[in-house]
Nanobody, 125 residues
């Protein structure tokens, strides 16, 4: 059974850090990613990784601040978020795909088959 479970969200002041984790079970996925969504807006790609090669992709808004990583032994995906800004406030979702996603596809939520329930990140100014 496919299951993605996020953890690590919370509230932090601007400039602070949080680390999100996603425990994946049921399959070894070819691509995984983090997405975020603010109510009333579309879900957007934050960071993604092509798991077999470790190739990573980032939204311009988070480059240099966020780092996506994977622990294959634990089947866990992480997102280290530093220098957080109020505009980073959103529900963050872990996603996985059976496909090998690259560049624009890797950041496209429509390309992902499986989703976690999300974890809230709130950054105050």
């Amino acid at each position: 059974q496919v299951q993605l479970v996020e953890s690590g969200g919370g509230s932090v002041q601007a400039g602070g850090s949080l680390r999100l984790s996603c425990a994946a079970s049921g399959y070894t996925y070819n691509s995984m990613g983090w997405f975020r969504q603010v109510p009333g807006t579309e879900r957007e790609g934050v960071a993604a990784i092509y798991t077999r090669a470790g190739r990573t992709f980032y939204a311009d808004s988070v480059k240099g601040r966020f780092t996506i990583s994977q622990d294959n032994a634990k089947n866990t995906l992480s997102l280290q978020m530093n220098s957080l800004k109020p505009e980073d406030t959103a529900m963050y979702y872990c996603a996985a795909s059976n496909s090998w996603l690259w560049v624009d596809d890797a950041m496209n939520p429509a390309k992902y088959n499986y989703w976690g329930r999300g974890t809230q990140v709130t950054v105050s100014s």
